[in-house]
């Protein structure tokens, strides 16, 4: 399979994952701001490269998603694990990803491959959950934002995760009770 400039992006987006992180962790929030906008750019990118380019696949259909939840899920965690992130948002983060990463793998199971198109409440819900890093990058690195609007954001995020992974788990039981039929 060749490597297509989209594939790319998105494998650069998972490496970013780690790096992110360990700055949060380290303190160095700045680097980790810069690096988490570069990264969550080429979230859009890559797609519309895919398509412009006609190099979509089934390996960046897989990736893509992969590379989101890895970036968000080490920033939220180093957020939350150095304490400029609110713990609670980081947990509703995390457990609808295993629910929806446990939903998949048990459709899988019980009808073979099948695919679930992104939505437009995951798309959302990505945004809001990319968004709502930064802004606790910024507030980390150069200290006020305006706390009513901080709050706001972390309820809409948390209502958006929620309403998401219950859509996504809808969709996967209809696909799994089609398949099966």
């Given at each position: ?58 390996l960046g259909a897989f990736l893509d998603p ?116």
């Amino acid at each position: 399979m060749a490597v297509t400039i989209p594939n790319l992006l998105t494998s650069l987006r998972i490496v970013a994952a780690p790096v992110a992180g360990v700055a949060i962790l380290r303190g160095h929030l700045e680097v980790a701001l810069v690096l988490f906008v570069a990264a969550s750019v080429t979230d859009g990118l890559d797609g519309l490269l895919a398509r412009v380019l006609h190099q979509q696949s089934r390996l960046g259909a897989f990736l893509d998603p992969l590379a989101d939840k890895s970036l968000l899920l080490a920033c939220y965690v180093a957020l939350a694990t150095v304490g400029k992130g609110p713990a609670w948002l980081t947990a509703t983060i995390v457990v609808r990803d295993v629910l929806i990463v446990s939903a998949v793998y048990l459709i899988y199971r019980r009808i073979g491959r099948f695919t679930m198109a992104p939505s437009l409440p995951g798309k959302v819900t990505t945004f809001l959950q990319m968004a709502t890093v930064a802004a606790l990058l910024v507030k980390g690195w150069r200290g006020p934002v305006i706390p009513f609007a901080l709050g706001g954001l972390y309820v809409t995020t948390a209502l958006a995760t929620v309403i998401s992974g219950i859509h996504y788990i809808t969709v996967g039981m209809r696909l799994a009770e089609e398949g099966s039929g």
